[in-house]
């Protein structure tokens, strides 16, 4: 998306030939590149200096103006992780916390997002939305590093306390982990649970659409 | 003679230059109109960042 919208913009076309030098690595095949930054999700997009140390990085899809902002931020120092954890000592800001918490994340480093989730989700209600969004965040932290079986027990649980959207997103990702790990039969299984408590879901034709490739996988279909 | 041994040392140095200037272009940069030129390879954008610039690194897959 970022080829077929940003990178064809006339402003990010001239950004890019007069202000900063774009390189484009596919992470399935410059693998050496993609695990020296820790990229698992993609578009991954990464401001670095000319030593190649990273300055920080942008996880998913932006328009152009964003996009483009956002690194000028970065050079300037706003946004990094830097900024807002210094920020973050000033008084309490759950968002902040939150957004700390997601870079560290995105960097794979474990102890120090499952510090800010805690945070997060300790600085206000158990069940509320950001402790929500905080309990979410580190099951797909477990989810990225293949933590699996972590990963099932974290949207479990959640599943169980809360009902409305972070337990819908938690049964999904639950059958998405099944399916990750492989488990067809598990993956069904709980895509149609899935589908029967969260019938109202906008995911329900996505979950339908997973059933019928994992029972017809597309070379299964094909013979 | 020596004009010519002269005009054969002038010409071997614009080679050299020229082979070495082609070394130092990177292979990896691609430009297309309509698209923003970018490099494939790291190393190369690396190389080619001027002084302070900075580089944005896009990881991408096929899916």
């Known amino acids: 998306m970022l080829d077929t919208v940003v990178f064809i913009n006339d402003t990010a076309i001239d950004f890019f030939t007069t202000n900063m030098i774009l390189v484009k690595v596919h992470a ?3 693998t050496a590149t993609a695990n020296r930054y820790h990229a698992k999700a993609y578009p991954t997009s990464l401001l670095v200096r000319k030593n190649g140390e990273e300055v920080d990085r942008l996880v998913g899809f932006a328009p152009t103006q964003e996009y483009l902002q956002k690194f000028v931020d970065f050079s300037n120092g706003i946004g990094t992780l830097a900024d807002l954890t210094a920020r ?6 759950r968002s902040l916390y939150m957004e700390i918490a997601d870079k560290y994340k995105y960097l794979g480093k474990g102890a120090d997002a499952e510090a800010w989730y805690t945070r997060v989700i300790e600085s206000g209600e ?3 939305s950001l402790s929500g969004d905080a309990r979410l965040g580190f099951a797909d932290f477990c989810l990225r590093e293949k933590d699996y079986v972590k990963a099932l027990d974290e949207y479990r649980k959640i599943a169980a306390e809360f009902t409305s959207y972070h337990g819908c997103e938690a049964a999904l990702m639950q059958a998405i982990t099944y399916r990750k790990m492989a488990d067809t039969a598990g993956a069904i299984t709980q895509f149609e649970k899935f589908i029967e408590q969260f019938p109202e879901s906008e995911e329900v034709e996505y979950a339908k659409g997973q059933i019928e490739r994992l029972k017809n996988p597309p070379e299964k279909a094909a013979e | 003679m020596r004009i ?3 005009l054969v040392l002038f010409a ?3 080679l050299i230059a020229a082979c070495s200037g082609d070394k130092q272009q990177p292979s990896s940069l691609v430009t297309s109109a309509g698209a923003a030129p970018y490099y494939t390879n790291l190393a190369d ?3 080619a960042a001027r002084g302070d610039q ?3 690194v896009d990881f991408y897959t096929d899916w």
């Open chain 1, 126 to 128: 158990p069940l509320d």
């Open chain 1, 28 to 30: 399935e095949k410059d």
């Open chain 2, 12 to 14: 071997l140095v614009l």
């Open chain 2, 54 to 56: 900075y580089v944005v």
């Open chain 2, 4 to 6: 010519r041994l002269i």
């Open chain 1, 88 to 93: 973050a000592e000033t008084g309490l800001d």
């Open chain 2, 45 to 47: 954008a690396l190389q």
